[in-house]
């Protein structure tokens, strides 16, 4: 069974705020290999399914950011998911809008929400996508109000594009090792 987990912050106002862009990836999947999100239980929102022969659950952790590894280590437990049959999506602060990163390992790098999933399952070895979403400009704005807040009208078509190249790795990934999915989506 192959686990993708999207970050981010439940309720309504925090839709389509930077730090839930990974939640975003999650709803495109949904719609795309039609895996409705409709069952509640371990801290999250998810639902499970099939592609191709693959089993895949799709997960967001409702614990908001912080906790995010408390929802993503009671799925694995639960269901007895490998460490490689994981994916994390999530924002990264550090890439420029709509810019992808795909990596098999790598420090939190001030990310809480990943602070808490490599607290939660005891390794920085698995498997993310970075959706870049900038350093808050103009300067001044705090990191907490900048990630918790809305695209600027110019960044939310780099922003959509980089959800469904997003969702389009992922679905690369239920067919061939990550590692190859990364060489072809880290151009």
Request: net charge neutral; aromatic share 8%.
């Amino acid at each position: 069974m192959k686990l993708i987990v999207g970050l981010g912050n439940p309720g309504k106002q925090y839709d389509q705020t930077r730090h839930n862009v990974g939640f975003e990836v999650i709803d495109e999947l949904s719609n795309r290999l039609q895996i409705p999100l409709n069952q509640s239980k371990f801290k999250g929102l998810y639902g499970m399914g099939n592609h191709k022969g693959e089993k895949v659950l799709l997960l967001k952790p409702l614990t908001y950011m912080n906790l995010s590894g408390e929802s993503i280590s009671a799925v694995m437990d639960y269901y007895k998911i490998e460490l490689e049959d994981l994916v994390v999506i999530y924002d990264d602060l550090d890439l420029p809008v709509g810019k992808i990163r795909l990596r098999q390992k790598g420090s939190p790098g001030g990310h809480n929400g990943i602070k808490s999933t490599v607290a939660h399952l005891g390794t920085q070895a698995f498997s993310r996508i970075r959706i870049g979403i900038d350093r808050p400009h103009p300067p001044g704005i705090s990191v907490p109000d900048y990630v918790l807040g809305r695209f600027r009208p110019e960044e939310q078509q780099p922003i959509k594009e980089a959800v469904e190249k997003s969702a389009d790795a992922c679905e690369a990934w239920l067919e061939r090792p990550f590692l190859q999915v990364m060489n072809d989506y880290n151009q």
